[in-house]
């Protein structure tokens, strides 16, 4: 196993419905990027571990099933946990098998709701490189999301599909910005060095000597722009700025 990923969010929710939308199944699956489907076996005896399968869609038609089992607890009024094992027997699933842990604290009228877990790979080496590399970050990126998506159902009422039309809307948007600036920056600007751009400078009243060193700095600062486009991905005050430079 390589380090493991820990995550946590507060959410303003009493202890009962964040409960309720995280142990049960059909609810855990509306919120929860990493499954597609969750179902619970039955229980031989009501004091043993719960069972359940689960599959992910991972695109191209393909889809990966796995296993898991899961104990919850209740430590106090204000704390609960649910421990649980999880493995694939599939021959395309990276993880093999794994444990982790979902703790549930009750701070004032919110909850800490955290989860932290590891798992072991399949395909040797290059298994642990491609988890190391792209697999375990987009895990956590997507435990995360999905931690923010729980959020949002509970505190604004935000159905999670809703969330993710939204976030894929918001994307799109984003990086076509991001793109339009940086072609516009590196293209025209600095390979091209495109007469007309060099035309509209020389135009506003800049001497012609300098004309050649502002095509220059603007294409670098649009550049920037782009990257800072990316970088600072949630700030709504980007939106008009960009509007007024565009």
Do not use: C
């Not at 380090?3 to 699956?29: C, F, K, M, V």
């Not at 919850?72 to 982790?100: H, M, N």
């Not at 955290?114 to 988890?131: K, N, Q, S, V, W």
């Amino acid at each position: 196993m390589s380090n493991p990923l820990y995550i946590g969010i507060r959410i303003a929710s009493d202890p009962d419905t964040l409960w309720n939308l995280t142990q049960s199944p059909e609810l855990h699956e509306r919120w929860d990027l990493r499954f597609s489907t969750i179902e619970y076996l039955p229980k031989p005896d009501p004091d043993a571990p719960q069972r359940f399968r689960y599959a992910t869609r991972i695109g191209l038609g393909l889809t990966v099933e796995g296993w898991g089992e899961s104990v919850a607890a209740r430590v106090s009024d204000a704390e609960r946990t649910s421990s649980l094992r999880f493995g694939s027997k599939s021959p395309i699933s990276l993880i093999r098998a794994g444990s982790g842990y979902w703790k549930y604290t009750q701070r004032g009228e919110a909850m800490d709701f955290e989860t932290g877990y590891d798992y072991r790979t399949r395909f040797g080496p290059a298994g642990r490189l491609f988890d190391r590399v792209v697999f375990r970050p987009l895990m956590g990126w997507a435990t995360a999301w999905s931690f923010d998506r729980l959020r949002l159902w509970i505190e604004r009422g935000i159905d999670p599909t809703l969330s993710a039309q939204r976030a894929v809307t918001h994307a799109a948007a984003r990086v076509g910005l991001a793109a339009v600036f940086f072609w516009h920056g590196l293209v025209p600007k600095l390979l091209a060095r495109h007469a007309e751009e060099l035309r509209l400078i020389e135009d506003s009243g800049v001497p012609a000597g300098l004309a050649l060193t502002m095509l220059t700095a603007a294409g670098v600062l649009e550049i920037a722009y782009a990257a800072v486009l990316i970088l600072l991905w949630s700030a709504r005050w980007m939106y008009p700025l960009t509007a007024a430079l565009l």
